[in-house]
């Protein structure tokens, strides 16, 4: 900001002569309270659990040291429930979120396969049947749980 900027009459330092009082950061919440929407907070959501599942996965580059089944699969799972709530908001864009989740919930399927087992003495929550059991179905191990998205279905 040059001097030409300064609103007349200021006192010459800048924007950080005055601060803003408790009551005018109190207004200033409320109005953007009022302009918000559930729907914003769920989507901004969703997009920061796809973004810190990438991580934990170890799919965005430099994250490979940063891999959490167990954080990624927790990811996964506040997704898969928040996204229906959104996805007729969203339009055509749901799409690129649910491409997302997938990508997560494939690169888990790879890891809980190819990781030998269990995070942290567990069995993965995509092999838990959540109903009837029904016997493994090739690389989509798991598919019974309902939980992770196999190709096709």
Do not use: H
């Not at 969703?46 to 167990?70: C, F, H, M, Y």
């Not at 959104?86 to 997302?100: F, I």
Request: hydrophobic share 35%; no cysteine; charged share 20%.
């Amino acid at each position: 900001m040059s001097f030409a900027d300064q609103p007349p009459g200021g006192m010459g330092g800048g924007p950080s002569d005055r601060q803003p009082t408790e009551e005018e950061l109190r207004a200033a919440y409320e109005a953007e309270i009022k302009r918000l929407r559930v729907e914003d907070v769920i989507v901004q959501t969703v997009v920061s659990l796809i973004n810190l599942g990438a991580r934990k996965a170890g799919l965005a580059p430099g994250t490979e040291d940063e891999q959490d089944p167990e954080q990624l699969q927790q990811a996964i799972d506040a997704s898969s429930a928040l996204l229906p709530f959104v996805e007729s908001a969203l339009g055509p864009e749901a799409a690129q979120l649910r491409d997302a989740l997938s990508q997560l919930q494939m690169a888990y399927a790879r890891s809980a396969a190819g990781g030998g087992g269990a995070p942290a003495g567990e069995a993965p929550a995509p092999e838990q049947p959540a109903a009837a059991p029904e016997p493994p179905a090739g690389p989509g191990q798991g598919g019974s749980s309902g939980r992770l998205w196999i190709p096709g279905q």
